[in-house]
């Protein structure tokens, strides 16, 4: 199907479901691209007449998402339990496609929609489907369908700045400051940019970090070890809130010039949280966090699923009662390593060595 006939699609599967509200559920942590393209959504929605509530599971977690959140007043419903879903009739998903895990999906809401970008472990049930491997941010597609005639932005004296100044940063946080960018997500920017607020998207663009975020990228720092072209650092304990300095950090330790793969980890709530970030094709991170860290006793892996690419969790179970903090963190590093050393065996070296400098 071509690209015009997949805009006249969603436009004839919204227009024919107005008679229940919808509800766009946020995949995870709602970053920039899912809030941006949730937006667009929620304004198609409406023009063709349905009513529509962005809803998540998870909290905003990176302060410059929250700020994105605040500064462009983004109406958005944090739920905790599926049963809060009742009151939609339809679902439509952006930048994902399956459902938020964590929650049960009432039978009576019926997935209608779903635009993304990546990769799909099964290709989606749902009236209309539009997964695109060609962009790098879900922005991108819902531009591409304004620019070809679905509700194009400025047409018809709406504000639509908003939608316009989130699409926009979806994009260009999706892209890593466009240097990822394929010439549909430059076409999409291009297209969008003149419908933004420009200081706001100076404003959210700042990209700025709360304190503690800054002070736990700082302990990575002080805590890295560096084998060859990987390295792995520990940040201690963060926030729930702030558990993003943890892929942040690992992101950061990614840009020295001599190291490919970087491993974060850091103590959030009763669990280690760690993120593995590589620059290298031969390293695939669920691979390599597998074969690390293995799986828990229902055989179900602590990392490299779909949910979180990069990510593992390991919970502590009653060691998280333990009072004695910086014992904790001892005991949470050392078994890092240790597991770490299955892939990487000369950390078991450096595990030995900073025994013995605490003896
Ligand atoms: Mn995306």
């Known amino acids: 199907m071509g690209q015009v006939e997949k805009r006249q699609d969603l436009e004839r599967v919204l227009a ?15 970053d920039p691209d899912a809030i941006g393209s949730a937006m667009a959504h929620k304004r198609l929605c409406e023009r063709l007449g349905a009513s529509a509530t962005i809803a998540h599971v998870l909290p905003v977690s990176r302060a410059e998402n929250r700020a994105l959140v605040k500064l462009l007043s983004v109406p958005m419903l944090r739920i905790s339990e ?13 930048d994902a496609s399956a459902s938020e895990a964590s929650i049960r999906i009432p039978e009576s809401l019926k997935l209608l929609t779903v635009v993304d970008h990546h990769r799909p472990a099964a290709v989606p049930k749902a009236e209309f489907v539009d997964i695109r491997h060609d962009v790098c941010s879900t922005c991108t597609i819902y531009a591409d369908y304004a620019e070809r005639g679905l509700a ?5 004296g709406n504000d639509d700045s908003a939608v316009a100044t989130a699409m926009f940063f979806g994009i260009q946080t999706n892209t890593d400051d466009f240097t990822l960018a394929t010439p549909a997500d430059y076409r999409a920017a ?17 990209r700025t970090l709360t304190a503690e975020s800054m002070e736990a ?18 940040v201690g304990r963060v926030s729930a809130n702030n558990r993003d300095a943890i892929p942040m950090a690992a992101d950061f330790i990614l840009r020295r010039e001599d190291i490919d793969t970087a491993i974060v980890y850091g103590i959030v709530e009763d669990r280690i949280d760690g993120s593995l970030r590589t620059r290298r094709a031969s390293v695939d ?8 860290f293995g799986e828990d006793a229902s055989g179900r892996p602590y990392g490299g699923g779909r949910a979180d690419m990069g990510g593992f969790r390991i919970p502590l179970g009653m060691l998280g009662e333990c009072e004695d903090e910086e014992g904790l963190w001892r005991l949470v590093r050392q078994t890092v390593y240790k597991r770490v050393s299955r892939v990487v065996p000369e950390l078991e070296k450096k595990r030995g060595e900073q025994r013995s400098k605490s003896d």
């Open 82 to 94: 599926g049963a809060e879903l009742e009151q939609f009739g339809y679902l439509s998903l952006v």
């Open 16 to 30: 024919s479901a107005t008679d229940k509200p919808h509800v766009i559920l946020l995949w995870g942590h709602p």
């Open 217 to 234: 990228v700082g302990r990575a720092l002080s805590d890295l070890e560096v084998i060859r072209d990987f390295a792995i650092a520990g």
């Open 285 to 292: 991170p669920a691979t390599f966090m597998q074969a690390a």
């Open 152 to 156: 194009p932005f400025g047409a018809d």
């Open 190 to 206: 291009a297209y969008i940019k003149p419908f933004c607020d420009a200081e706001t998207l100076s404003r959210v663009g700042r």
